[in-house]
C-alpha cells in the first residue's frame, strides 16, 4: 500500500485495459511459470475477459487479490499504488483519485 492506496481493495490496474497486461522484458523461463488459461492466445501477454485481467480475483473497487501473484508479469509489477498508471486506472473505473480519497 502507498499513499493510502489499498491494491486489495482496488484492483482497477487489472480491469482497466486488455492492451495493458503485455509482457516485455520478462525471460522465457518466468513467462513459463504462468499458467496457459491466463495467457492470451498469442501469447502476447495475459488473457484478459473483457478488460479484466483473467488472473483478477474478486469485485474490483472492493476486495481483490491477483491469483498469480508471486509470477506476475513486470508491467503488473511496474504499477505502483498511487502512481500515474493506478489513477488512470482508477479514475476510467470511477474510482477515487488521491484528491478524491483525501477529500482535497
Not at 489499498?6 to 511459470?33: H, I, V
Not at 509489477?77 to 482535497?104: N, S, Y
Amino acid at each position: 500500500m502507498s499513499d493510502g492506496f489499498d491494491c486489495n481493495a482496488c484492483g482497477a490496474c487489472c480491469s482497466y485495459s486488455s492492451a495493458w497486461p503485455r509482457f516485455s522484458t520478462e525471460p522465457d523461463s518466468r513467462l513459463d511459470q504462468i499458467p496457459a488459461e491466463h495467457v492470451s492466445r498469442d501469447e502476447s501477454g495475459m488473457r484478459c475477459d473483457g478488460a479484466r485481467c483473467s488472473a483478477l480475483v474478486g469485485k474490483v473497487g472492493k476486495s481483490t487479490s491477483c491469483s498469480i501473484y508471486e509470477i506476475r508479469p513486470d508491467v503488473c509489477r511496474a504499477c505502483v499504488p498511487g502512481g500515474g498508471d493506478c489513477l488512470i486506472a482508477r479514475r476510467a473505473l470511477g474510482l477515487p483519485d488521491r484528491q478524491t480519497a483525501l477529500g482535497i
